[in-house]
């Protein structure tokens, strides 16, 4: 492993180990943990606020590929059940890495990009949102789409007010699992 490489996966082990602590991580401790010199930060990726960020989409991308990856297992599944699954996937990884999630989306909404992790969340969802309602037109299905997807972020950033206003604990997956069935049910206009 060069260099670069080893200061990129020094740096997601990091993250991964400090969670919700991220601001504490140094140079200084990627560089240890990765074996390389302090400058080699700098060289490649300019500072640490640019490396974590590269960091956190490449820990983000992996949830994308599990997208793919679901046709697999729930070929036997009506569109909703698949849409359900992945909804459950995505919050889950959304709580289990919740700094990174938060990162993440909050950089998607600074700073959009045509390729980023909130459109290509959206690109999974929408045949599955299509397939559930094929009634819609294709503009109606995107903008249902959009709405899930961000209805989701929302939920995830906010998830202490919902506990307070809702009484519904999205840390517990039992409780984030119901939430999120109704949730789409709600979205989608069917009754369960």
Not at 64 to 88: P, Q
Not at 98 to 124: C, E, F, G, W
Not at 159 to 171: A, E, F, K, N, Y
Request: hydrophobic letters at 40%; a negative charge; charged letters at 30%.
């Amino acid at each position: 492993m060069d260099g670069k490489e080893a200061i990129i996966q020094a740096t997601i082990d990091l993250i991964e180990e400090k969670g919700e602590r991220m601001d504490f991580i140094t140079v200084r401790e990627i560089c240890k943990k990765a074996n390389v010199g302090l400058g080699l930060v700098n060289y490649y990726f300019e500072n640490k606020d640019n490396l974590i960020s590269l960091c956190v989409e490449k820990i983000i991308n992996e949830i994308v590929k599990k997208f793919a990856e679901i046709s697999e297992h729930t070929k036997d599944f009506t569109s909703f059940e698949k849409l359900e699954y992945l909804g459950n996937i995505t919050f889950d990884f959304l709580f289990d890495r919740y700094a990174v999630s938060k990162i993440s989306i909050l950089t998607d909404m600074q700073s959009p990009k045509a390729d980023d992790n909130t459109h290509r969340t959206y690109s999974a969802y929408l045949p599955l949102v299509s397939a559930c309602r094929p009634d819609w037109d294709e503009g109606k299905v995107k903008r249902m789409t959009y709405c899930l997807i961000t209805t989701m972020q929302q939920a995830f950033l906010r998830s202490d007010m919902i506990l307070l206003s809702q009484g519904v604990d999205l840390r517990d997956a039992a409780m984030r699992k119901n939430y999120y069935r109704q949730m789409l049910l709600d979205i989608l206009g069917m009754q369960a």
